[in-house]
């Protein structure tokens, strides 16, 4: 099994529970910046550890738990600290509130369109086509013939 220990500037420290072998582990990075760690092992009924020993990379910590003996090794690799928010700033909800009300607008009133198009023609005429979303509301324009239907064979040139 592996665990990962940040210590990301000197003086950083971490520490390590075992429960399976009644220990802990306390490991500090130096504060004269070398790549060696402090290392104190917790065990047993004994409150204050053993004195702190200096270890350089790789770093082997033999773990005596009464019934067996546990090896660990530390192997000191970059490491990067992240912090993430879960949640999006609080300003977000007032533009969300916004989109929200305009988004039930347009389903209790759903959007149309209708397009007026005047074309010149020849001989001095103008061709004037309506287009709408809705066959409703070609109906209210007055003055114009019924809507055309699409013809049912391709016309001739």
């Known amino acids: 099994a592996s665990a990962g220990l940040i210590l990301p500037s000197p003086g950083s420290e971490e520490s390590l529970l075992l429960p399976d ?17 402090i290392v104190e092992v917790y065990s047993g009924v004994g409150v204050a550890p053993p004195q702190p020993q200096r270890r350089a990379p790789p770093i082997p910590q033999e773990i005596d738990g009464g019934d067996r003996t546990v090896l660990l090794e530390f192997i000191p690799l ?17 533009p969300a509130a916004v989109l929200i009300f305009a988004g039930i607008a347009g389903y209790v009133q759903p959007p149309a369109f209708a397009v007026l198009e005047i074309a010149p023609w020849p001989r001095r005429r103008a061709v004037v086509s309506v287009q709408a979303s809705d066959r409703r ?3 209210r324009l007055p003055g114009l013939a019924a809507p055309a239907e699409p013809p ?3 016309l001739a040139e």
């Open 137 to 139: 509301d070609l109906n």
């Open 78 to 94: 970059p490491g990067l600290r992240v912090n993430v928010r879960h949640m999006p700033g609080l300003w977000l909800i007032w």
């Open 21 to 37: 072998l009644a220990a802990g582990l306390r490991v500090v990075r130096p504060a004269d910046g070398t790549e060696s760690c």
């Open 152 to 154: 049912s064979r391709p």
